[in-house]
């Protein structure tokens, strides 16, 4: 089946240590988002990439960083930077506006 | 950027029908407008979604301003599985309407259903 996969769904780390989420789509989806959820709180975006090579910052950028190799895979790393990255991480991925999005299960991060 | 916005907060009874507003004063013309919903520690689950003509699908209708400015999410009969936090989202293009942007979230409307 078709889908977006987001792993781990619960991920620990020791405070200033750098982490990597991952986030794969087998949906031949050319956009990709990444999201940070806080308790409460909506969905703010942190980066977005609209094609293989590229991507652009979203709202809250500072502290993370991203890549994107390949069109499948869009991976975000939580740097030592980030001062406050215990939060769910959600990721996803769309082939066009007109399109609904699909959204990953999330990973829960929490630094300890 | 287009702006969403929503009620924090609203509550039905079982059975009832359901207007979830959502204002998006700002919304352009290729601005595609999405219905979201959430359960805790779970990823968004489709609703609805349209451009500017009213949309229907099995779990909710989708009312559309004349002026695009605004939209109503009808549930028509609520159950408790229909608790969740609703979400706005707009799908945004690029200048010329032909590729994809910001996907620009609301706040998210919690919704409560009472037996």
């Known amino acids: 089946d078709g889908g977006i996969t987001q792993s781990p769904k619960y991920l620990f780390r020791k405070e200033g240590q750098n982490v990597t989420l991952s986030c794969e789509q087998n949906?031949?989806?050319?956009?990709m988002y990444w999201y940070r959820q806080d308790p409460g709180q909506g969905l703010r975006l942190i980066y977005y990439?609209?094609?293989?090579?590229?991507?652009q910052k979203g709202d809250i950028a500072e502290g993370y960083s991203v890549s994107r190799e390949k069109k499948e895979s869009f991976p975000l790393t939580v740097t030592s930077a980030q001062k406050n990255p215990t939060a769910f991480y959600l990721c996803?991925?769309?082939?066009?506006?007109?399109?609904?999005?699909?959204f990953g299960q999330g990973t829960r991060l929490t630094v300890v | 950027d287009a702006k969403t916005t929503q009620p924090n907060s609203m509550e039905s009874n079982e059975e009832e029908p359901v207007h979830l507003p959502c204002n998006h004063s700002?919304?352009?013309?290729?601005?595609?407008i999405h219905w979201y919903r959430q359960l805790p520690s779970q990823g968004p689950e489709y609703v609805i979604h349209?451009?500017?003509s009213n949309v229907n699908n099995r779990m909710a209708s989708l009312a559309i301003a004349e002026d695009r400015k605004s939209s109503t999410l009808i549930l028509h009969r609520a159950t408790l599985r229909d608790a969740a936090v609703y979400y706005c989202?707009?799908?945004?293009?690029?200048?010329?309407?032909?590729?994809?942007?910001?996907?620009?979230f609301g706040q998210g409307t919690i919704l409560t259903v009472h037996p």
């Open positions: 996803a991925s769309t082939l066009s506006p007109a399109l609904e999005p699909f």
């Open positions: 949906l031949n989806h050319d956009a």
């Open positions: 990439s609209q094609i293989v090579n590229d991507f």
């Open positions: 700002t919304i352009s013309g290729t601005d595609y």
């Open positions: 349209g451009l500017t």
């Open positions: 989202i707009l799908s945004s293009t690029n200048a010329g309407g032909t590729s994809y942007g910001k996907l620009t």
